[in-house]
């Protein structure tokens, strides 16, 4: 049973450029959200999407966008990346709403330069 | 503003000590997780406590959650090189009709054999 897979795993990109972030769930899971961590802090909610739409979303401006596939996996989509959103991104997923447990994928370590 | 404060930011101690390490809210929350997270890797789900007053022991790792449940302290006994990561509290928020998973900024925690 594999868990939940993010690529690619490591990516350098230029500012101004755009980069597109997988992840696919757990299996049996539909709850994919996405958390941007800086070296050293605890990760920051970027948005959260269940049956394709987004249904929560963080204090990120609409360069982060995102998208969720009928078979769950999921996408982050940044434009215009700028020095500041060099971190740790990281796709989480769950099953349903509250109180089930989230599983994390190992990152999508993003280098702007 | 954090929703979560975790307390201290660093811990640099000796193979064999005791830590404690806090977890505060203002906010009332459904359920606390604890992660650790090691360089390079997501976060690792260590343990959820759910009942205000729980405690929850696994292996030389003691979980208390506050009995008005805005609160939680994770502590360590006799501190193992291996025990070396990030340890993070996240509780559920409940916003907007789902539960987000929100993280404090975590504390480093190097043990030193």
Do not use: M
């Not at chain 2, 307390?7 to 977890?23: A, W």
């Not at chain 2, 993070?88 to 539960?99: K, M, T, V």
């Amino acid at each position: 049973d594999a868990g939940v897979t993010q690529s690619p795993t490591h990516l350098i990109k230029t500012r101004g450029q755009q980069v597109t972030l997988r992840c696919s769930p757990k299996s049996g899971h539909d709850t994919v959200s996405w958390y941007q961590q800086a070296l050293g802090q605890g990760p920051q909610f970027i948005f959260q999407y269940y049956e394709e739409e987004e249904r929560q979303r963080g204090n990120f401006p609409d360069r982060f966008s995102g998208h969720q596939f009928p078979n769950y996996s999921s996408e982050l989509n940044v434009n215009a990346l700028l020095l500041g959103d060099s971190a740790l991104y990281l796709c989480a997923s769950s099953f349903g709403q509250a109180g089930n447990t989230i599983y994390f994928g190992e990152g999508s370590w993003l280098t702007v330069v | 503003t954090q929703l979560l404060e975790q307390s201290p930011q660093f811990l640099s101690i000796q193979e064999g000590e005791n830590l404690t390490v806090y977890c505060n809210s203002s906010s009332v929350f459904s359920s606390l997780q604890w992660y650790r997270q090691e360089p390079g890797e997501g976060p690792v789900l260590l343990v959820t406590v759910v009942t205000g007053g729980e405690v929850k022991k696994l292996k030389r790792l003691t979980f208390q959650f506050g009995d008005a449940r805005k609160d939680s302290s994770l502590h360590i006994t006799a501190a193992q090189p291996g025990d070396t990561g990030l340890y993070l509290c996240a509780g559920e928020g409940y916003r907007g009709g789902s539960y987000i998973p929100t993280f404090g900024r975590g504390t480093s925690l190097i043990v030193h054999p």
